[in-house]
């Protein structure tokens, strides 16, 4: 792998994007006539980011939820998560998805894939409920790498009113996360969207978010072809193409309903 392209993508101003970020909430809010946002928490690296972000500007009208499905998120996650609230003083609700789940475990076929997907859904339900009921706006944590590849659950984490962190890569979060003072532990900690038990982020892509990150930069941003990805980041051409595929396919997942 090419370690000075990685470089490259993580040497950007992170105060200057910090500012662009906070200035982009405080303005949507009031574009909007609400009240003020609302976002999940989860524990993981995105979520916290972005809870860290809003909390700066809009701590004093932001709501943060807490949904873990207490049959499979693991506990240090919303320990974490409850942590990061703590310490940032927020008010949140922490509500169990798991007996939604369960009631409609009943009455569907059993798909552990398709249930994983209805976890973020439920999660969505509930953001956009509260939504409804205080008049917020709902905050998504989608970085840019997960984005580009589909990695989210359509009309599920990925329904949302604001993307506040979608041009930035996952490399370029975790950096990010650093210079606002997110812990080592939550930088460090592996991504999972927690949509089964032992779901890892990096382990059901098959590939690194380095990986990831330096190919769709070359892709998207230098505009290279397969073959000239392969070559300037070392990677094999299989695994640049895999990537490619992940985001001409999840294309659907990022623009409304098709119309004819």
Same mark, same amino acid.
């Given at each position: 792998?090419?370690? @000075? ?16 970020? =906070?200035?982009?909430?405080?303005? @949507? %809010? ?26 700066? %500007? ?5 709501? *943060? ?13 919303? =320990? ?21 789940? &369960?009631?409609?475990? @009943? ?14 859904? %439920? ?9 409804? *009921? ?19 659950? &359509?009309?599920?984490?990925?329904? *949302? ?26 930088? &460090? ?14 382990? =059901? ?39 490619? @595929? ?15």
């Amino acid at each position: 792998m090419n370690i @000075q392209l990685l470089e490259e993508i993580k040497n950007i101003d992170y105060a200057s994007i910090t500012k662009k970020i =906070e200035d982009f909430l405080e303005n @949507q %809010v009031k574009a909007s006539n609400s009240k003020g946002i609302i976002l999940g928490l989860s524990g993981g690296i995105d979520s916290a980011v972005i809870t860290y972000l809003c909390a700066r %500007v809009l701590k004093e009208k932001m709501l *943060v939820l807490v949904l873990p499905d207490s049959k499979i998120s693991p506990k240090e996650e919303t =320990e974490d998560a409850l942590k990061i609230i703590d310490d940032l003083g927020l008010d949140y609700k922490l509500l169990d998805i798991n007996l939604i789940v &369960k009631e409609y475990s @009943q009455y569907i076929e059993p798909n552990e894939f398709a249930l994983g997907n209805l976890r973020a859904r %439920v999660r969505a339900n509930l953001l956009y409920y509260y939504a409804n *009921v205080k008049n917020l706006l709902v905050v998504g944590s989608s970085d840019k790498s997960e984005f580009l590849i589909g990695y989210f659950t &359509k009309f599920g984490d990925g329904s *949302v009113d604001i993307l506040p962190m979608v041009s930035l890569y996952k490399t370029q979060v975790r950096e990010l996360a650093r210079f606002i003072g997110v812990s080592e532990s939550i930088i &460090k900690k592996k991504s999972s969207p927690n949509l089964w038990k032992g779901h890892i982020a990096e382990e =059901e892509i098959g590939i690194r978010y380095e990986e990831i990150d330096s190919i769709l930069y070359c892709l998207i941003e230098k505009k290279l072809s397969i073959e000239e990805t392969s070559q300037l980041t070392n990677i094999e051409e299989s695994t640049v193409e895999k990537i490619y @595929q992940m985001y001409k396919s999840s294309e659907h997942k990022r623009i409304t309903a098709a119309r004819p």
